[in-house]
């Protein structure tokens, strides 16, 4: 039985396994038996579907659908860029972070959201920082860069002159916390 507290749009039983339908997230609000899908209505979080993959409370729900829409976190940084963007995709297995034409302003290491609001779109803690390279230009030359567990995107070496390109993705099932960044249209 759907809890009291929600808004439950539909709610079909089958055998133990549910297809709820609701506006409020399901971690901490929706018990329900492991195989349950449920719709976010609300889509919260940019997140349209979630699974009951463990427990028989109301947590262990895990993203199975996101939106997918691309987000600019450019405007987060606290280190200014001329131009360029990072932006990044997240599915329901994980995430894409993006670097489009970066250009920074000053030559040296690049490190851009040093507060912890992108905490939610880092590595999983185990992994520490994922690793990755990003390009320059047209060019054969790579910058080596990170994203470490608290969302600190670093980029090393960099020149004034760099227009870094690149990207990193990785598998994590964490809780989403709520979008950040500005939507993409284009």
């Known amino acids: 039985m759907a809890d009291p507290a929600l808004t439950v ?3 079909k039983i089958l055998t133990d396994s ?10 901490g609000a929706v018990t329900a038996a492991p195989g349950s899908i449920y719709n976010d209505t609300a889509k919260n979080w940019d997140v349209q579907t979630w699974i009951k993959a463990a427990g028989t409370g109301n947590t262990g729900w895990e993203v199975l659908r996101a939106s997918a829409v691309p987000r600019s976190l ?8 001329t131009s ?6 997240r599915s329901a297995g994980g995430v894409t972070l993006t670097i489009d034409a970066l250009k920074p302003t000053t030559a040296g290491t690049l490190t851009l959201f040093t507060n912890n609001a ?8 185990w992994i ?3 690793e990755f390279r990003v390009g320059v230009g047209n060019t054969s030359e ?6 470490d567990q608290n ?3 670093t980029i090393y070496s960099v020149l004034a002159t760099d227009a870094l390109y690149g990207s990193v993705s990785y598998h994590t099932t964490k809780a989403w916390v709520a979008p950040l960044g500005t939507v993409l249209t284009a």
């Not at 790579?142 to 994203?147: D, F, L, N």
């Open 74 to 81: 450019i405007a987060l940084s606290t280190t200014p860029v």
């Open 128 to 130: 520490g920082a994922a």
């Open 118 to 125: 992108l905490s939610s779109i880092a590595p999983p803690a």
């Open 9 to 11: 749009v539909t709610e």
């Open 84 to 89: 360029g963007d990072i932006r990044y995709i």
């Open 142 to 147: 790579t910058r080596r860069a990170k994203i």
């Open 18 to 27: 549910r297809f709820i339908s609701g506006n409020v997230l399901p971690n």
């Open 151 to 153: 969302g600190v995107v």
